[in-house]
């Protein structure tokens, strides 16, 4: 494979992870080794993408104890800092093994806006990446540090979603 490049999806809108899952689901077709890290997405249940994902050999690590504070306001925030910090080490590790042609972390870009992570963290990723690696990083907020350093970044705009009526995040539609 050719020099990797280093992608970004951010902004409001939905369809961030979906259009990474898309990406990784291309590269499989081709017969491309893919990991997916899944940051503050922890719980107990797998999205519909993931499922399928699964049964399609592309590797998939949900850190299953990282829950965003938006949705659990009562976690406890060092906890979830040391966790982070754990998930970082073995992202780090998974890079430099070269096992993979692809990488996407899933909600990266969240860690960095909500401070769970810094620019420090995300400097040593992608110093890690070997030079055939494709890396994606995904996430509301991405840092104005990481638009520069980026070869794509499309921005998700949100014009109307159904959340505003109170309609609730659908299963096979929204996870």
Same mark, same amino acid.
């Given at each position: +494979? *050719?020099?990797?490049?280093? =992608?970004?999806?951010?902004?409001?809108? !939905?369809?961030?992870?979906?259009?990474?899952?898309?990406?990784?689901?291309?590269?499989?077709? =081709?017969?491309? !080794?893919?990991?997916? =890290?899944?940051?503050?997405?922890? #719980? %107990?249940? &797998? %999205?519909?993408?993931?499922?399928?994902? !699964?049964? %399609?050999?592309?590797?998939?690590?949900?850190?299953?104890?990282?829950?965003?504070?938006?949705? *659990?306001? !009562?976690? &406890?925030?060092?906890?979830?800092?040391? @966790?982070?910090?754990? @998930?970082?080490?073995?992202?780090?590790?998974? +890079?430099?093994?070269?096992e993979f042609d692809l990488i996407i972390l899933d909600e990266f870009n969240n860690l960095l806006s909500g401070g769970l992570a810094d620019l420090g963290d995300m400097?040593?990723?992608? &110093?890690?990446?070997?030079?055939?690696?494709?890396?994606?990083?995904? #996430?509301?907020?991405?840092?104005?540090?990481?638009?520069?350093?980026?070869d794509y970044v499309t921005e998700t705009r949100m014009i109307k979603h159904p959340f505003e009526k109170g309609t609730k995040a659908r299963k096979g539609i929204e996870?």
């Amino acid at each position: +494979m *050719s020099k990797g490049l280093i =992608h970004v999806y951010t902004g409001e809108g !939905k369809g961030k992870t979906t259009a990474a899952v898309g990406l990784a689901v291309r590269a499989a077709g =081709h017969g491309r !080794k893919v990991l997916i =890290h899944q940051f503050l997405k922890g #719980g %107990s249940l &797998d %999205s519909g993408e993931i499922i399928t994902l !699964k049964k %399609s050999g592309i590797n998939i690590v949900t850190f299953r104890e990282q829950v965003s504070p938006l949705f *659990s306001p !009562k976690a &406890d925030i060092n906890e979830l800092k040391a @966790s982070v910090a754990a @998930s970082i080490e073995l992202t780090v590790k998974e +890079m430099k093994s070269g096992e993979f042609d692809l990488i996407i972390l899933d909600e990266f870009n969240n860690l960095l806006s909500g401070g769970l992570a810094d620019l420090g963290d995300m400097k040593r990723i992608i &110093d890690a990446k070997p030079e055939n690696l494709e890396l994606v990083f995904t #996430g509301r907020n991405a840092p104005e540090e990481l638009l520069v350093i980026a070869d794509y970044v499309t921005e998700t705009r949100m014009i109307k979603h159904p959340f505003e009526k109170g309609t609730k995040a659908r299963k096979g539609i929204e996870f």
